[in-house]
């Protein structure tokens, strides 16, 4: 099967590779019909993650059909199309029955701080991802769910980590009605986020970035106000001065280890890896936001350590959230939202690729070119 | 400031679904709706029925009681960079000496595919790996402007270098010369 393949930072390729197999009785095998790149891809992709071995294939969001099932799966049957979430869950674990899904204890065995997540380095339990023509998906009775009929596969596929992640980094803001949200990341989750921070009663909705095409797209797209902070000067006092000297009330953190904006932060997190990331975002939401505020936390960073204010997190009595998104518990509520207009997944989608395109769709991805906010991969089988 | 023209203040409540999932209960637990300690899990220790059976070498973490009933069987550790990967293995998640050894059997895996393309008889296509054809049709000046200044200062820093040896030889020549005196 053609599959995409990790050579070393900012170097990948299609190749052909061994068909997946199942391995344990409540696996199952889709044939992929749609797999996005994804944000925290990138961190992969730059070499940002450790434990990320040459030859895995990538690719958490993915929709696809099932072709094979394992002995003990019954919630689906060869031929259902299905959104499989990006983490993989065993639903039956301390964490899985508290429905935090993200966290799984019997999903990967290489780190104790994340659960399995497809395609996402061994730190992240190994498994190969959907950026292929057919992905091995554990604990099919658990994760995948069926598309509904109506459901377009543009949308579906959207509701495999993008919407659920905006969707949670706006939930874990706490946001009471009336409240000022600022998002930082104009990236697909962050304007996600600044359009579900309205769904929870957002007074006014607030994405900083640096990227023009990104901004002018979440006016749009989220109805938010939209600002460079290349032009606003420093982002902390912005933020700070249009809102009284009090600070927001929420701020959500949408970027992660590949944030601009700090030369330190940059130097020492991006370029010399000395931190996990470039930790600019989460420096300016910890400042930025209100004494007694909450700061979400969906923008993905390394195992390692990070600079970050923390004394002030302390001193301004900081509540700081984060989590691995729990797909599996968001979906219903964000089809019910898909199905009601009130969501537009596929509105994201600015470029379609085939999956033999995989090399250039990361570099158009990574380095925000032709105005991509986000790129869906057609695998060949994806027709049949 | 330049953009607050072009942001306009909406009317929240024009917008399609503002306050639909409004939680005034919305917690700092949140999402752990569902929260419970172990004690109040009858069955926090179980595990699902079934283990994928251990046939290949997997890394387990030492924070882990047991190896996870499922698990990625992919590009197993192998050659230099699986020495080091087994050997940070066998620290805490807590420690340097286990991500950074990794960081490092990272790049020596890269070096290692590397090797491997080429003893297999394929020359890896660093151009189109790299997407550079994305590069050359969105954004062609600021690409070749980069490349021209990597190939520049590359080419001094080998000019340089290639000068300094030569200094040094011609040194030592003039130093063997002066010694036969």
Same mark, same amino acid.
């Given at each position: 099967?053609?599959?995409?393949?990790?050579?070393?930072?900012?170097?990948?390729?299609?190749?052909?590779?061994?068909?997946?197999?199942?391995?344990?009785?409540?696996?199952?095998?889709?044939?992929?019909?749609?797999?996005?790149?994804?944000?925290?891809?990138?961190?992969?992709?730059?070499?940002?993650?450790?434990?990320?071995?040459?030859?895995?294939?990538?690719?958490?969001?993915? $929709?696809?059909?099932?072709?094979?099932? #394992?002995? /003990?799966?019954?919630?689906?049957?060869? +031929? @259902?199309? !299905?959104? &499989?979430?990006?983490?993989?869950?065993?639903?039956?674990?301390?964490?899985?029955?508290?429905?935090?899904?993200?966290?799984?204890?019997?999903?990967?065995?290489?780190?104790?701080?994340?659960?399995?997540?497809?395609?996402?380095?061994?730190?992240?339990?190994?498994?190969?991802?959907?950026?292929?023509?057919?992905?091995?998906?554990?604990?099919?009775?658990?994760?995948?769910?069926?598309?509904?009929?109506?459901?377009?596969?543009?949308?579906?596929?959207?509701?495999?980590? $993008?919407?659920?992640?905006?969707?949670? #980094?706006? /939930?874990?803001?706490?946001?009471?009605? +009336? @409240?000022? !949200?600022? &998002?930082?990341?104009?990236?697909?989750?962050?304007?996600?986020?600044?359009?579900?921070?309205?769904?929870?009663?957002?007074?006014?909705?607030?994405?900083?970035?640096?990227?023009?095409?990104?901004?002018?797209?979440?006016?749009?797209?989220?109805?938010?106000?939209?600002?460079?902070?290349?032009?606003?000067?420093?982002?902390?006092?912005?933020?700070?001065?249009?809102?009284?000297?009090?600070?927001?009330?929420?701020?959500?953190?949408?970027?992660?280890?590949?944030?601009?904006?700090?030369?330190?932060?940059?130097?020492?997190?991006?370029?010399?890896?000395?931190?996990? +990331?470039?930790?600019?975002?989460?420096?300016?939401?910890?400042?930025?936001?209100?004494?007694?505020?909450?700061?979400?936390?969906?923008?993905?960073?390394?195992?390692?350590?990070?600079?970050?204010?923390?004394?002030?997190?302390?001193?301004?009595?900081?509540?700081?959230?984060?989590?691995?998104?729990?797909?599996?518990?968001?979906?219903?509520?964000?089809?019910?939202?898909?199905?009601?207009?009130?969501?537009?997944?596929?509105?994201?989608?600015?470029?379609?690729?085939?999956?033999?395109?995989?090399?250039?769709?990361?570099?158009?991805?990574?380095?925000?070119?032709?105005?991509?906010?986000?790129?869906?991969?057609?695998?060949?089988?994806?027709?049949? | 400031?330049?953009?607050?023209?072009?942001?306009?203040?909406?009317?929240?409540?024009?917008?399609?679904?503002?306050?639909?999932?409004?939680?005034?209960?919305?917690?700092?637990?949140?999402?752990?709706?569902?929260?419970?300690?172990?004690?109040?899990?009858?069955?926090?220790?179980?595990?699902?029925?079934?283990?994928?059976?251990?046939?290949?070498?997997?890394?387990?973490?030492?924070?882990?009681?047991?190896?996870?009933?499922?698990?990625?069987?992919?590009?197993?550790?192998?050659?230099?960079?699986?020495?080091?990967?087994?050997?940070?293995?066998?620290?805490?998640?807590?420690?340097?000496?286990?991500?950074?050894?990794?960081?490092?059997?990272?790049?020596?895996?890269?070096?290692?595919?590397?090797?491997?393309?080429?003893?297999?008889?394929?020359?890896?296509?660093?151009?189109?790996?790299?997407?550079?054809?994305?590069?050359?049709?969105?954004?062609?000046?600021?690409?070749?402007?980069?490349?021209?200044?990597?190939?520049?200062?590359?080419?001094?820093?080998?000019?340089?270098?290639?000068?300094?040896?030569?200094?040094?030889?011609?040194?030592?020549?003039?130093?063997?010369?002066?010694?036969?005196?």
């Amino acid at each position: 099967m053609l599959a995409m393949e990790y050579r070393g930072p900012k170097r990948v390729r299609a190749v052909q590779k061994p068909m997946p197999e199942i391995k344990h009785p409540q696996d199952a095998i889709v044939r992929v019909l749609r797999a996005c790149i994804c944000g925290s891809d990138l961190h992969l992709y730059n070499g940002n993650i450790p434990d990320t071995r040459v030859g895995s294939t990538f690719g958490h969001e993915f $929709v696809g059909e099932i072709v094979d099932i #394992g002995s /003990e799966v019954t919630n689906v049957k060869v +031929g @259902d199309r !299905v959104i &499989v979430p990006f983490n993989i869950a065993c639903g039956e674990c301390h964490f899985c029955k508290q429905e935090m899904f993200g966290n799984c204890q019997e999903s990967n065995s290489e780190s104790g701080a994340v659960g399995g997540i497809y395609g996402y380095s061994h730190t992240a339990g190994g498994f190969n991802g959907g950026q292929a023509e057919y992905a091995r998906v554990p604990y099919a009775n658990v994760g995948p769910v069926i598309i509904p009929a109506d459901m377009d596969l543009d949308d579906a596929v959207m509701l495999t980590d $993008v919407i659920p992640t905006g969707y949670q #980094g706006a /939930e874990m803001a706490g946001i009471q009605k +009336g @409240d000022t !949200v600022v &998002v930082f990341g104009a990236g697909p989750i962050g304007i996600v986020a600044a359009r579900c921070a309205w769904l929870f009663g957002a007074g006014r909705v607030i994405i900083i970035d640096k990227q023009e095409y990104r901004l002018d797209f979440a006016r749009n797209y989220a109805y938010c106000e939209a600002y460079n902070f290349e032009e606003i000067g420093d982002p902390v006092m912005f933020i700070k001065k249009i809102t009284d000297f009090m600070g927001a009330d929420c701020v959500i953190d949408a970027v992660g280890a590949e944030a601009e904006g700090n030369t330190l932060q940059t130097i020492t997190g991006r370029k010399l890896l000395l931190q996990a +990331g470039s930790a600019t975002a989460l420096h300016w939401a910890i400042n930025a936001v209100k004494k007694g505020g909450v700061v979400s936390i969906v923008g993905v960073y390394g195992p390692t350590d990070n600079l970050i204010p923390i004394g002030n997190a302390m001193n301004k009595g900081l509540t700081i959230r984060g989590n691995q998104t729990s797909v599996k518990r968001l979906l219903p509520r964000l089809i019910e939202h898909v199905q009601n207009g009130v969501l537009d997944p596929k509105g994201l989608i600015t470029h379609r690729m085939p999956l033999e395109e995989v090399a250039d769709g990361y570099r158009m991805f990574s380095n925000k070119l032709d105005n991509c906010i986000k790129t869906v991969l057609m695998p060949p089988t994806a027709n049949q | 400031m330049k953009d607050t023209a072009i942001n306009t203040p909406i009317d929240p409540k024009t917008i399609n679904g503002w306050g639909i999932d409004a939680d005034p209960k919305n917690d700092p637990t949140y999402p752990m709706r569902k929260r419970m300690n172990a004690e109040e899990d009858p069955n926090s220790k179980s595990r699902p029925n079934n283990l994928q059976p251990v046939n290949e070498e997997v890394l387990k973490s030492v924070e882990r009681q047991h190896v996870s009933a499922v698990f990625g069987t992919p590009e197993l550790p192998a050659g230099l960079s699986g020495m080091i990967r087994r050997q940070a293995y066998k620290y805490p998640e807590n420690q340097y000496k286990r991500w950074l050894p990794l960081v490092l059997a990272d790049r020596v895996d890269m070096v290692e595919g590397l090797v491997s393309d080429l003893s297999h008889g394929k020359l890896p296509n660093i151009w189109a790996e790299k997407g550079y054809d994305m590069e050359w049709k969105h954004n062609r000046t600021a690409f070749v402007t980069k490349m021209a200044t990597i190939g520049a200062v590359t080419a001094g820093l080998i000019v340089w270098l290639s000068s300094g040896k030569k200094k040094k030889k011609s040194k030592t020549k003039a130093k063997d010369y002066l010694s036969r005196f």
